[in-house]
């Protein structure tokens, strides 16, 4: 009987020690799984701060925008209140209504009249501004095109707006972001030319679209065409699809018959843009020229592979550092008449631009002499295709003189 007590008190001890073992452990891992908690609990709290404290500066920043833009609509609402009688808006209509042809950037300027006269979903305001795009010229015309894109944009309309113009837009509403969005175009891929139309329509469905093929038969041209370009100022920009020269104002012009352009700026196509007999030659250079009325006048000359050209020369070597920024190298001066031939006998058609948005209704004069441009020149030009392919002739009348 005894040996049988001992045995039972053994086993009830090896039981006890058991039970305390498990139970130390467990207050032990209840402890260490406590200590985790707390840990994890206070590095949330430790990011709930910062997330409070990140808050508060953006509270603190809209509170602040909030002001400026609160006195920026109290000004707004002064021009908008001085506006109102149309007083001034029936002048500027009657003084537009004497031009036969207005500009973009006057139909820019009568749109914003009329959106603060009448307000922005205005329909006349709406059909200025389009206008305006239809005959804004990228690049010499890009203020104009930007303008009006926005707003169109500020107005609800479905608006396609250029890459280009991205930066310069202010911040719009929640309706207009989704009426609006970037359009980049190129010359290759799923931006070539083939899908300008896409975005662009007169691209697509232009019946007097540009570049072309020029071959016989020709009509006979009773066109007079002389250039008058002075020196003045290189300043020189590359825009992200071409290299362009813009022109000081008065230093350049084209008379065509009695008529005159101011020449606003000369930018380059690799290969050439125009064929001659089906063939292109290593580039173009187009000279864009203006009218007081607004009509659109290009001057083409192909440039040959062949010798060095001096004035490409000096071009090449002030290529702009940055993309999009005008850069005016210091004491350099160009004359865009050393880009020319002696002899300006042409070729004329009826065109449009060559780049999107393809407007059309711009006089061509491209001329029968190349001027040289050597290899290395060629090679040294930042882009090594910006050409939009000919387009069809439709049986439009290529002239020569």
């Not at 009773?222 to 699809?241: F, S, T």
């Amino acid at each position: 009987m005894k040996k049988y007590l001992r045995i039972a008190l053994e086993v009830l001890l090896v039981i006890l020690l058991v039970a305390s073992s498990t139970f130390a452990y467990m207050n032990f891992s209840g402890k260490k799984h406590l200590s985790q908690d707390m840990e994890e609990v206070s590095a949330e709290l430790d990011e709930t701060k910062d997330t409070l404290d990140k808050t508060k500066e953006q509270l603190e920043e809209a509170q602040k925008k909030s002001e400026e833009l609160e006195e920026t609509a109290k000004q707004f609402d002064v021009v908008k209140q001085a506006f109102a009688n149309g007083v001034l808006l029936q002048d500027v209509e009657a003084l537009y209504k004497a031009q036969k042809v207005l500009s973009a950037e006057r139909l820019v300027g009568l749109g914003t009249v009329r959106q603060l006269s009448k307000g922005f979903e205005d329909p006349s305001a709406v059909e200025a501004f389009q206008k305006s795009l239809d005959i804004a010229e990228l690049g010499a015309r890009m203020q104009a095109v930007c303008a009006a894109q926005s707003a169109l944009v500020s107005a609800g309309k479905k608006v396609k707006v250029l890459a280009e113009c991205s930066g310069k837009l202010e911040k719009p509403d929640e309706h207009a972001k989704t009426a609006a969005h970037n359009v980049h175009w190129g010359y290759e891929g799923d931006n070539g030319p083939e899908h300008w139309g896409e975005n662009f329509a007169t691209c697509a469905a232009g019946k007097k679209q540009s570049p072309l093929n020029i071959v016989g038969p020709f009509e006979k041209s009773k066109e007079v065409v002389k250039a008058d370009y002075k020196e003045g100022p290189m300043k020189i920009i590359n825009n992200g699809h071409t290299i362009q020269v813009n022109i000081e104002p008065g230093t350049g012009s084209l008379t065509v018959n009695k008529e005159q352009y101011e020449l606003l700026q000369f930018h380059f196509h690799r290969p050439s843009e125009e064929q001659i007999d089906g063939k292109n030659l290593a580039m173009t250079v187009h000279f864009v020229h203006k009218s007081k009325e607004g009509k659109l006048a290009v001057l083409g000359v192909l440039l040959n592979e062949g010798k060095e050209n001096a004035t490409i020369k000096s071009l090449w070597a002030n290529l702009p550092p940055k993309e999009g920024e005008e850069y005016v190298p210091a004491k350099m001066i160009i004359n865009p008449a050393s880009l020319l031939p002696s002899d300006m006998s042409f070729f004329s058609y009826e065109g449009s631009l060559t780049t999107p948005p393809c407007t059309e209704g711009v006089s061509f004069f491209i001329l029968k002499n190349n001027v040289d441009i050597s290899k290395a020149q060629v090679a040294k030009f930042p882009f090594k295709l910006n050409a939009r392919p000919v387009q069809a002739l439709n049986e439009r009348k290529i002239y020569a003189n």
